[in-house]
């Protein structure tokens, strides 16, 4: 009896709310069953050539290559239970010349394991496409702001200044590792090629005897004829360190992206505000407390990115306890975290490309937390200077330290901080610097280094420079 789908029923949130319609498609069971089919009729075109069945037989396969008819094919493997056999007979009953000839010596996992290649291929292309108006729109953000300072934060503390550019740049910098890894992984998939039940290509040897034709000769025209590379060895499967090698890449995006979107929301928090994702004008940030403005799609972004997270481990598994030549302990989950990492992934490019491209930085609140925190930062231009002016270091250090501590007692109690003026009267830093000297040290808006001009080359490997 064939399934109907509807929101009575338990639907998975990829099905309709997380991911594009094109990644959805390509996972779609309707793309599987016409991925099969294209293998079916590469595998007959190949005998065809080997003279074991007929150019008639093969075209027709060809002529109904895309008439999927899944309810048909669920009629039968309610009957027969396997999906893959219930496929042929429904593709054989569409094809009355060609019908008998389909699958002839093949395995199941011949058919399935290359389309899987190809589809992981697929989508893996899609994420590349998805990357780029990501990168591009970061691109246009470090440029915005490469000169702008701000305080910088280790362990969550105040530290030396950089810039909004240079932070946004180190995001950047993640993304384009995590490019390349992607596109090497992409580059590097391979199906299993036409190998038989446990990949000695056995079933073909028989079956091309006295053809003129090997076994391997026919591997070689059905993979030429997918685009697509065999593995030169293999099981009943592909070796599946391949999935686990494609979820590592995506979670390395994942990582990245979480990054970023964990950064904005603390930024967004009130208490230091420079950031904000963008929030639309009807937008209801609280059920309860109208005046909220969370920052809902990082947080949506973090939360989609633990899942792609730990899906390599399920697929990690997979590879390891593939037993001799193969066991069906994979298959179940396969249906689960190949789909879902991908639509995950998806959707985590398409809310991190909305976030870059209505970043809003507060340039005031900035400037602010600068003032505030960046003073203490300045003192090491202070420590460095009086010590090339002939100042003890370490007596130099103890100084400034017991001053700032004291003016960081003060910040912290609501007033002004008072550092620049107690170093400006220390009558050590006044014995070898100038009061006016040391208040002009003390301000660390044009303390950052290269951060800018690091900042702008780093958009411009982002837009496709070297």
Known sequence: MTERFSHETYLSPFTWRYGSPEMRTLWSEAHKRRLWRRIWVALAAAQAEAGLVSQEQ??????????????????????????????????????????????????????????????????????????????????????????????????????????????????????????????????????????????????????????????????????????????????????????????????????????FAFDLRLLQSPPLGEWAEPFGRHQVGSSAMPFKRNPINAENIDSLARLVAALPRIAWDNAAHSLLERTLDDSANRRSILPESFLATDELLRRAERLLRGLQVNAAAVA?????????????????????????????????????????????????NPLAERLAAEPALLALLPAGRIRELMDATAYVGEAPARARALAHMLKGGR
């Open 368 to 416: 602010r937390n600068l003032a505030v925190y960046g003073t203490f930062a300045a003192t090491e231009r202070v420590l460095m200077e009086a010590v090339r002016a002939g100042g003890d270091r370490q007596a130099l250090h103890e100084l400034i330290r017991r001053h700032s501590l004291a003016a960081w007692t003060a910040v912290a109690g609501g007033e002004e």
């Open 58 to 259: 093969v075209a027709d396969l060809q002529a109904h290559a895309v008439d999927v008819d899944i309810p048909r094919a669920e009629e039968i493997e309610a009957e027969i239970h396997h999906d893959l056999m219930a496929e042929v007979r429904a593709f054989a009953e569409q094809c009355p010349i060609g019908g008998g000839i389909i699958h002839l010596g093949a395995t199941s996992m011949d058919v399935e394991d290359n389309a899987d290649a190809l589809r992981l291929r697929e989508s893996l292309d899609l994420i590349l496409a998805r990357l780029e108006p990501v990168l591009s729109a970061l691109a246009a953000q470090i440029e915005r702001w490469a000169d702008t300072p701000t305080i910088g934060w280790t362990h969550l503390q105040p530290a030396e200044p950089t810039t909004v550019g240079y932070r946004l740049a180190q995001y950047g910098q993640d993304l384009l590792l995590d490019r390349a890894e992607l596109q090497r992984v992409r580059d590097g998939l391979r199906g299993k090629g036409i190998k038989g039940a446990t990949g000695t290509l056995a079933s073909y040897d028989q079956l091309l005897a006295g053809s003129g034709m090997t076994a391997a000769e026919l591997e070689r025209r059905v993979m030429a004829a997918l685009d697509l590379q065999p593995f030169p060895v293999a099981t009943q499967v592909y070796p599946r360190k391949q999935d686990w090698w494609v979820l590592n890449a995506l979670a390395g995006l994942a990582g990245s992206l979480y990054k």
